[in-house]
């Protein structure tokens, strides 16, 4: 924490501007979860009256922990939501998670914003539950898209000193901004980083940097872009190029604005090796559309791979299967693939 300190500059006014723009409904967060609070001694008060009449002491102690256990993460969530948001420098505010620091950059005001807003759970609590449940100590993570870092956090943390992490990020600012990130937060040396994207085949390629940097991808949409949308070019690999052969991988995470089936053309032989290997990857129709790719072909591509689905519940973290009926009309949903039988999706499902 005392590099951390070091690293912080004072609060610029734009920062104290945000901060103040959230404070009133910080504050109603902060009273809301008090208020649990206040109903889970009401109850821990009822349950004890009751286990007393039952007089098991067991069971008693059972339900005691498991009360403690909800108002300690209560008091935590007050204590990170409390923090905001904190610049480090003229670009870049750095945020406290669940999984530690993450940085943003000051010109993606939406991204702050939506994060500020979200808390420390992060913007999708469900999927960062999800990956936690998926990896043990020991496993490999291979995170595509990793964007600022959100579930490369939680990945290098379920996965341990022993395991391993590639994160993946072909926008530079993002890219930076990543590992900066797994440099504050102790995680740089059991995650390699990448700055490219995958797909099919290794190849040079237009990408479209947009102002929302989660937003950008190799199409260039009349929807998405803007005045400040900007042409760079990158690298693109498969991942059978960047993963050595015979090397074990348990999770990717594909999140490409609708690129997925590229990455999962240039995967073949890392799915084949890992018949345990568990995929997920974010389900936008607009992103398909953008890219001609119809949702019945999408799904196909997994299930013609021995993948069944399950679509990600971001507020419970159940993991039904999907229909794609019920998917038509929703913005984006991250999707798990697996196998039935495999030892990884077992610990979901």
């Known amino acids: 924490m005392r590099a951390i300190r070091s690293l912080l500059s004072p609060l610029k006014p734009a920062a104290r501007h945000i901060q103040r723009y959230f404070f009133g409904k910080l504050e109603a967060n902060v009273e809301a979860l008090r208020t649990q609070n206040d109903v889970l001694l009401a109850r821990v008060r009822d349950i004890n009256q009751q286990l007393g009449e039952l007089g098991d002491i067991n069971q008693r102690l059972a339900h005691a922990l498991e009360l403690t256990q909800l108002m300690h993460a209560k008091i935590d969530e007050i204590g990170l939501r409390s923090r905001g948001a904190l610049a480090l420098n003229d670009s870049t505010f750095a945020l406290r998670t669940h999984e530690g620091f993450v940085l943003v950059p000051r010109q993606d005001s939406l991204l702050l914003l939506m994060l500020l807003d979200a808390g420390p759970q992060g913007l999708e609590p469900g999927t960062r539950r999800v990956v936690s449940k998926l990896l043990a100590p020991g ?5 595509i898209g990793a964007h600022i870092g959100l579930l490369t956090l ?3 943390r379920a996965v341990g000193p022993s395991g391993k992490v590639l994160a993946i990020e072909p ?37 479209f940097v947009r102002s929302v940097l989660g937003h950008s991808s190799f199409i260039r949409s009349d929807t998405l872009s803007d005045s400040s949308t900007v042409e760079i070019e990158v690298d693109v690999s498969p991942l059978d190029d960047l993963v050595p052969k015979g090397e074990r991988v348990d999770l990717v995470k594909i999140d490409v604005e609708g690129a997925e ?12 090796e890992n018949p345990d290997i568990a995929i997920i990857a974010e389900f936008g129709p607009s992103h398909l559309k953008a890219n001609q790719i119809s949702p019945e072909r999408w799904f196909s591509a997994f299930r013609e791979r021995g993948f069944d689905a399950f679509a990600i519940d971001e507020l419970s973290s159940d993991c039904p299967p999907a229909d794609l009926r019920k998917l038509a009309d929703i913005e984006s949903i991250n999707i798990l693939f697996g196998r039935r039988n495999s030892s990884v999706l077992a610990r979901i499902l």
């Not at 900066?180 to 190849?203: D, P, S, T």
């Not at 089936?261 to 084949?272: D, K, N």
């Open 171 to 207: 926008v530079p600012q993002t890219f930076e901004l990543l590992k900066q990130a797994l440099a504050i937060n102790g995680l740089a040396q059991r995650v390699e980083v990448r700055c490219l994207a995958a797909g099919a085949h290794r190849e040079r390629c237009k990408f």
């Open 154 to 156: 939680a990945g290098a």
């Open 139 to 143: 496993m490999t993570f291979v995170d």
């Open 261 to 272: 089936l590229a990455v999962l053309e240039g995967m073949t032989r890392v799915i084949a």
